[in-house]
């Protein structure tokens, strides 16, 4: 009966399935459909997908209705998870519209720096170095985002070899201290003894250190 398979149903699916069938009946429409919530004795919540056809009589009274029930749990968890990976997409696009704009208005200063008719040669190197500077970063982030998708494609190579742990922070520390110094952060570099190695791809490491570092 409606009424037992309408006590089954969430509280809001029900509110929404007696709307619904009123207007089914008010215009004698001959078929009814709605994804409900049901709640099992477990706790666990299942999503069913209602069809049903309704039949009247010659006088426009309703006489019976017959239907099915589909599981549509799996397509709601689906659907759920494309959501939230859309959103999930579209707030690193956000992020990463916001890190790569970081870099360019410096660049264009410098850019206007370096067109003026009276810029000093002092000033042209300070402007290029600026620009280089910036530059070397949005290329670091181009090649982020290049291996992140290596990643999800597992497609990721690592090419592993014997390395000085103190070499790898050495070379990383001076790649990073022009990038610091010009931001005020001092950077003071502790490693273990020289004899220490570890069996790892070198510039993989040393990107995950500059990362880092740069945002210590």
Not at 79 to 104: H, I, M, Q, S, V
Request: aromatic content about 4%.
């Amino acid at each position: 009966a409606w009424s037992e398979w309408n006590a089954l149903i969430e509280q809001e699916d029900a509110a929404e399935a007696n709307e619904r069938m009123n207007r089914c009946l008010e215009g004698r429409a001959p078929q009814f459909e709605q994804d409900v919530c049901i709640r099992r004795p477990d706790g666990s919540v299942r999503w069913l997908a209602t069809r049903a056809r309704i039949e009247y009589a010659a006088d426009g009274e309703p006489r019976r209705m017959h239907g099915v029930l589909l599981d549509a749990t799996g397509q709601r968890l689906a659907e759920g998870a494309l959501d939230a990976a859309r959103r999930d997409k579209e707030a690193f696009l956000t992020g990463l519209a916001r890190e790569l704009r970081g870099p360019l208005a410096p660049i264009r200063n410098s850019l206007a720096l370096l067109r003026a008719k009276d810029a000093s040669g002092e000033n042209v190197t300070w402007a290029a170095e600026i620009i280089e500077r910036h530059v070397n970063q949005l290329v670091g982030m181009i090649d982020n985002l290049l291996d992140l998708s290596l990643i999800a494609a597992q497609r990721m190579t690592l090419r592993r070899q014997p390395t000085r742990l103190r070499e790898l922070v050495a070379e990383t520390a001076a790649a990073c201290r022009g990038a610091l110094d010009a931001r005020g952060v001092r950077l003071a570099v502790d490693v273990l003894p020289d004899g220490v190695g570890v069996h790892v791809d070198p510039a993989r490491v040393r990107k995950v250190l500059a990362i880092l570092v740069e945002h210590a």
